[in-house]
């Protein structure tokens, strides 16, 4: 039986082809020395005379301080785009995907609304990446009206987040709070602008945390994995908002919804603030991410891998595979040893484990508790950087071809044209193999990138696969159907 596939589409109707990379559009990083953003915001809080009302814990059964606080902190973001980006604001979804979400108007250029948080006085926001992606133009509206042209300091496609620069002071900011302490049933507020509804507030509860969506597949590094979900109602514009808790800290970005229309159907999903805190420094002080890599596959502890290593554990992660190269071969990791902690915090899941190694740097060491022959240990480690993971391997566009179970062929001119592309390979036939066993693609559909990397050619399409020996992610769209499709699979 077929599987069904993870269905992906973002909300701004066809707008692609940004690699995420051309740092051009970017403003020149700054290094600077000093201050981290969550320092900066204790010294402004210090200093700033504020309502005492808002000082002190919430102690009653609303949300009005966590509003009060939250509201002047997040901001509208109209992007614009060229003429020819693929944008249609009449589309309808017929299928079940995640989803990630912007709002539209139709005008002579093609424009989206979301939202983003001010996370510092002197206009720094963060919002997500797919928010600002392939944007002409970024301007942002506050609270009290006033408007700004935004710069892009950094993104990061990996966590879609992306830091922004307005020159401002003296601005209304989001203190952050503290993801790890949040527990499942906390009280939670989105604030954002669903469908261009400007400040509004929505509330719910952490349903779950470190939720993985397989967007990337279980265990594979490079991908994140580890959102917190919410049942607070998110929509079309909300995209880049906050997720604060019931003192108006902030706990998250929002960044995803679950649906099968399009709007909220009680899923959402948002980016532990954590994790964004480490983010945007680096985006800050260097325009990109660095992170730490421990060179492993890792998949979830079940009762069956348990009775297969004849262990009591049934959470945390066991290796699946152990990449040359990587620290995790340095210090000497082997395959099915079970890890369950790092730096002595608990690992449940792998999409847990990921969400911690990556707030870390390269050349940063951690602690991994492992359990091998029913032993535990302490295994101290020296993360590295993706470039010392994985030697790199040649694929045979033939072979690869034949075990996908496809032929494809470049776009013409001609159609190049009509979709409003500049690249892509259509799928012409499909055939038994690993396509047709793990997804749902149809014939015709129009490849135009795999793991975020542009596909123009059966050549480039070989090389995307290098190295891949877990999870892949084909992104493209149906003539016809404008939206970005996204299927994933593993290839054995």
């Known amino acids: 039986m077929k599987r069904t596939e993870l269905f992906i589409c973002i909300a701004c109707f066809g707008i692609i082809g940004c690699n995420g990379q051309n740092n051009s559009k970017f403003d020149t990083p700054i290094t600077i020395a000093g201050n981290t953003f969550e320092e900066k915001q204790k010294k402004d809080l210090s200093d700033k005379v504020t309502d005492l009302s808002l000082t002190k814990h919430n102690p009653d059964p609303n949300f009005r301080i966590a509003a009060k606080k939250a509201i002047p902190g997040v901001v509208h973001i109209r992007t614009t785009y060229a003429n020819d980006s693929r944008f249609d604001s009449h589309n309808q ?16 250029k093609p424009q989206a609304d979301a939202s983003g948080v001010i996370i510092s006085s002197d206009g720094y926001i963060v919002t997500n990446d797919h928010v600002v992606e392939d944007a002409e133009d970024i301007e942002i509206t506050l609270q009290d009206q006033r408007s700004y042209k935004a710069k892009v300091v950094g993104i990061d496609p990996e966590t879609d987040l992306a830091l922004l620069k307005i020159k ?20 939670v ?16 509860i952490i349903s779950a945390k470190a939720r993985g969506i397989n967007i990337k597949g279980e265990g594979e590094e490079g991908g994140y994995e580890s959102y917190i979900q919410t049942d607070a109602a998110v929509n079309r514009g909300n995209s ?46 260097n ?34 595979s152990v990449l040359s190269g990587g620290a995790a071969m340095e210090a000497e990791l082997k395959l099915k040893d079970i890890i369950t902690a790092v730096d002595h915090h608990e690992i449940i899941t792998s999409a847990q484990m990921k969400e911690i190694i990556d707030r870390h740097r390269p050349n940063e060491k951690i602690i991994l508790t492992i359990v091998r022959n029913g032993k535990e240990k302490q295994v101290p480690l020296t993360l590295k950087g993706i470039d010392s993971v994985v030697p790199k391997t040649v694929i045979n566009k033939t072979e690869l071809l034949k075990k996908l179970g496809i032929k494809v062929v470049e776009l013409s001119e001609k159609e190049k044209k009509k979709l409003k592309l500049t690249y892509g390979l259509r799928v012409a036939e499909i055939s ?31 090389k995307a696969f290098e190295n891949k020996k877990s999870s892949i992610t084909l992104e493209g769209l149906y003539p016809g159907f404008p939206a970005i499709i996204y299927y994933t699979f593993s290839l054995e």
Do not use: C, H
């Open 93 to 108: 979804f017929s299928e079940d995907f995640w989803y990630r979400f912007f709002s539209e108007e139709p005008l002579t």
């Open 168 to 187: 401002e002071t003296n601005l209304s900011f989001i203190e952050f709070g503290n993801s790890d302490e949040t527990e499942v049933g906390d009280w």
């Open 189 to 204: 507020l989105a604030v954002g602008n669903p469908f261009n509804l400007t400040s509004t507030v929505t509330a719910g």
């Open 240 to 285: 880049g908002g906050a997720l604060v808790d019931f003192n108006g800290k902030l706990i998250g970005i929002n960044s995803i919804i679950a649906t099968p229309t399009g709007s909220y159907a009680g899923y959402s999903f948002a980016t532990p603030v954590n994790t964004v805190k480490k983010i945007i420094e680096d985006l800050r002080v």
């Open 287 to 320: 325009g990109k991410v660095q992170r730490g890599y421990l060179g492993l596959v890792l998949k979830n502890m079940s009762a069956a891998m348990s009775k297969e290593l004849n262990t009591d554990i049934t959470t945390g992660v066991y290796v699946d």
């Open 432 to 462: 038994k193999g690993e396509i047709y066993n793990t997804t749902n693609i149809k014939k015709g559909f129009i490849i135009t990138k795999i793991n975020g990397k542009p596909i123009n050619s059966s050549k480039t399409l070989a």
